[in-house]
């Protein structure tokens, strides 16, 4: 009989220490934060069932707060956004919401027409959603995109009847098809992360070669000058090192200001830099998961400083 119990006691620790292998495992998919409330919200949007990952960094019930949505680009699923993109590691002490919005066949539509139209309904229909739950602040709702995910924050941007606090666009541009319609219909703060080298989205504009965005796109240039119009800017730019030596890939990154705007209207412009979607600074990256760390550039602490100001 002794020797039975003590069996017994073997098998449930080896499943308790197996158990707790396995819970090790799941957490080093995630940021350190790893122990944020995180779930699904549902919506029904246009006759859809759609659905976005929620995170919540406090779990106590507070007030409506600033909410940061992540659209990402096609190739990321699941929770590899909150790994890849790292903004939470930056802003989770804030008590901002980050939603995470999963696109219908893998990817955000990147052309006009009715897909387009569906997934701006969405955005919206979630926003709308989490403010009548008491969870957003709906003066203080951010947009972060990154790839097609940021050609879909242009779209929402563009659309007047925005109300967004501040746009941040990772390795993307303007659809060129919104040059002659974006109108957006308040000053909206922008900062666009770009590598003058992109093969996949031509800096000086062109056809974008991204893996499900073929569209043409505008020159950052004309995204920024857009947005500068609607904020008020004056004429010319004010350019600051943000890296005072060339780094060992050669690139070198610029802080390229819009001057006298009502908004802040900025580009982190990387001289050199290729197409790379975002990552945790220090995390191995190789394919498609190279991280938007150009040199010594650390873009979701770049875009969280850009945001915090805002009320982020």
């Not at 897909?115 to 969870?135: P, Q």
């Not at 972060?144 to 606090?165: E, H, I, V, Y």
């Not at 600051?240 to 009502?262: M, Q």
Request: aromatic content about 6%; proline content about 7%.
């Amino acid at each position: 009989m002794l020797m039975r119990g003590c069996e017994v006691v073997r098998i449930a620790i080896v499943a308790a220490l197996f158990a707790a292998c396995w819970l090790l495992l799941g957490l080093a998919e995630l940021p350190s934060a790893a122990f944020a409330a995180a779930g699904r919200v549902t919506v029904m949007s246009e006759g859809i069932s759609r659905t976005a990952i929620l995170v919540q960094h406090r779990r106590l019930k507070q007030g409506r707060r600033p909410t940061i949505i992540i659209l990402r680009g096609g190739r990321v699923k699941g929770l590899r956004p909150r790994r890849m993109i790292g903004l939470e590691e930056w802003a989770r002490s804030s008590g901002a919401v980050f939603v995470y919005p999963e696109p219908l066949s893998g990817h955000w539509a990147d052309a006009p027409g009715p897909e387009a139209n569906r997934d701006s309904a969405f955005i919206h229909d979630l926003v709308a959603k989490l403010v009548a739950e008491g969870i957003t602040n709906p003066s203080k709702v951010f947009l972060a995109g990154t790839a097609t995910g940021g050609m879909m924050a242009f779209r929402l941007a563009c659309d007047p009847k925005n109300n967004f606090s501040g746009l941040a666009i990772l390795g993307a541009s303007l659809p060129s098809d919104l040059v002659d319609s974006c109108k957006p219909a308040r000053p909206i703060p922008l900062l666009m992360i770009a590598g003058t080298a992109d093969p996949a989205v031509p800096f000086q504009g062109g056809q974008a070669n991204l893996p499900h965005g073929k569209v043409a796109v505008a020159p950052v240039e004309t995204a920024l000058g857009l947005f500068g119009k609607a904020a008020g800017c004056g004429e010319g730019t004010a350019t600051s090192v943000l890296t005072e030596k060339e780094a060992r890939d050669g690139t070198r990154a610029f802080l390229d200001k819009l001057i006298n705007c009502k908004v802040p209207v900025e580009l982190i412009r990387i001289e050199g830099g290729s197409h790379l979607t975002p990552a945790i600074p220090g995390q191995a990256a190789t394919g498609s998961e190279q991280g938007l760390i150009y040199s010594e550039v650390n873009s979701a602490r770049l875009i969280w400083d850009f945001f915090r100001p805002l009320g982020g």
